[in-house]
């Protein structure tokens, strides 16, 4: 079977994904392109593919390329996109968190979570506000790490005090003032908070949060540069925190 109708129903709920009322409703979400789609396959988070000829993949529906243009987000359409369905998990593991709040642009999400599991982030704990984690620009910016890492969102004002009972260490992030990165110390049990790209950690948090942690780290740089991007500002933070725990 081959649909060539962007009116058929099967097509109109999977266009309704793209809208995240429904990833939630339904907690399914999609990805585009064939990278994105094996290693959906390879984390069993694989559902439903669609695509322009047969691939040999489960549950496969071939479609026409004004089907594929209407479902895609990418202005050059993709040849085969997934369903997955979303991971259903609220629980922390592992040692070293890294926590976001108020992340607000979809590339520096996935950025994030790209570099988390590259430095080996145990979890990565979302504000309620920061943007969707199944964002299309999010999804594709983590080149498919997305599936490798243990992504939770928590109320922040409720979790890490809870965090901080459970005997972590917790460190906050400041511009140009604190513990450089250099001396910091990253404990087996830690914490680190980055903030929104503009504001750093949100106003109405900060206070609490500087009263729980036991630090600020910052980025020793060149006079010059104000501030890195906060994709760019964790990676290397994340590199450190790695390196320091291997050296420890």
């Known amino acids: ?12 709920e999977i266009i309704k994904l793209k809208n995240k009322k ?23 988070c694989l559902i439903e593919v669609f695509s322009l000829e047969q691939s040999g993949y489960k549950n ?25 369905k979303m991971k259903d998990n609220d629980i922390i593991v592992g040692d070293k968190i890294l926590i976001l709040d108020n992340i607000q642009d ?9 570099s988390a599991v590259a430095f080996n982030i145990d979890t990565i704990v979302l504000s309620t506000d920061t943007v969707s984690l199944y964002n299309e620009k999010t999804i594709r910016a983590t080149q498919g790490m997305l599936f490798y890492a243990n992504v939770i969102t928590k ?3 409720e979790f890490i005090p809870l ?5 972590y260490k917790i460190y906050t992030t400041n511009v140009n003032d604190g513990i450089s990165i250099k001396s910091a110390k990253f404990y087996n049990k830690c914490a680190i908070i980055m903030g929104n790209e503009g504001n750093g950690v949100s106003k ?7 009263d729980l942690c ?30 320091w725990i291997c050296l420890k």
């Open 155 to 157: 109320n922040l004002k």
């Open 22 to 44: 429904y990833r939630d409703e339904y907690k399914m979400f999609i990805v585009e392109g064939e990278h994105l789609v094996k290693e959906a396959y390879k984390n069993n």
């Open 214 to 243: 036991d630090g600020a780290i910052y980025i020793p740089m060149n006079k010059s540069c104000e501030s890195l991007n906060v994709g760019v500002a964790t990676s290397i933070i994340l590199y450190e925190m790695s390196r």
């Open 1 to 12: 079977m081959i649909i060539s109708s962007v009116e058929n129903k099967k097509i109109k």
């Open 60 to 84: 496969e529906t071939i479609i026409t390329p004004n089907v594929m243009k209407k479902i895609a987000s990418l202005a050059s359409s993709p040849s085969i996109i997934g369903i997955c």
């Open 204 to 210: 109405p948090r900060s206070s609490y949060i500087n």
């Open 106 to 114: 979809p590339g520096n999400l996935g950025t994030i979570i790209r």
């Open 163 to 167: 965090l901080k009972n459970n005997g």
